[in-house]
């Protein structure tokens, strides 16, 4: 079980890292690629490539005129997770981008920003777990423990 990160741009780190901290701290292997659909065609195409061959789902995060993720699944059959980033516009400019894809081409869509990531990440450990029962149990018991946490607070 492996996934891909992808950005656009290394400004884009700290949303790769937050993305790869979820995967990390549930064992799933992942690799981090940038690469550009605007900058660099060739090399995106590459990567999709090589994600589409050796990867289980693929994160792609990109800011402002995003086209990377919908480029991205334009080479792969497999799962892309779309996270925008914030930008002068908010963010709004790469959310419409990645979500307003034209039909044929799906790209699931997350929130702006590390919060976004996280939720992609957390997205893509859901996909691996239909075929994985003792991620799923890890993903059991996460649940568990953020409700276990609420409890106390609660004197519960
Ligand atoms: P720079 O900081 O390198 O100027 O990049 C990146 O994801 C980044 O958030 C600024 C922003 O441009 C985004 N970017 C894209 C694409 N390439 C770079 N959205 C693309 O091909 O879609």
Do not use: C, W
Request: aromatic share 6%.
């Amino acid at each position: 079980m492996k996934v891909a990160i992808i950005a656009g741009s290394t400004s884009d780190k700290e949303i790769m890292n937050a993305a790869k901290e979820v995967l990390d701290e549930f064992g799933i292997e992942n690799k981090t690629f940038i690469t550009s659909a605007h900058r660099s065609p060739n090399l995106t195409k590459e990567v999709a490539e090589i994600v589409d061959k050796e990867f289980d789902v693929a994160i792609v995060i990109a800011g402002l005129s995003a086209a990377l993720p919908g480029i991205f699944a334009t080479y792969t059959q497999k799962p892309v997770l779309g996270v925008p980033v914030a930008s002068d516009l908010m963010g709004l400019d790469a959310l419409f981008s990645i979500t307003q894809m034209p039909r044929g081409i799906p790209v699931a869509t997350f929130g702006i920003g590390k919060k976004g990531a996280k939720n992609a990440a957390l997205f893509a450990l859901r996909i691996l777990a239909l075929n994985d029962t003792s991620l799923r149990e890890k993903l059991d018991l996460k649940a568990k423990e953020e409700e276990e946490k609420l409890r106390e607070l609660n004197d519960m």
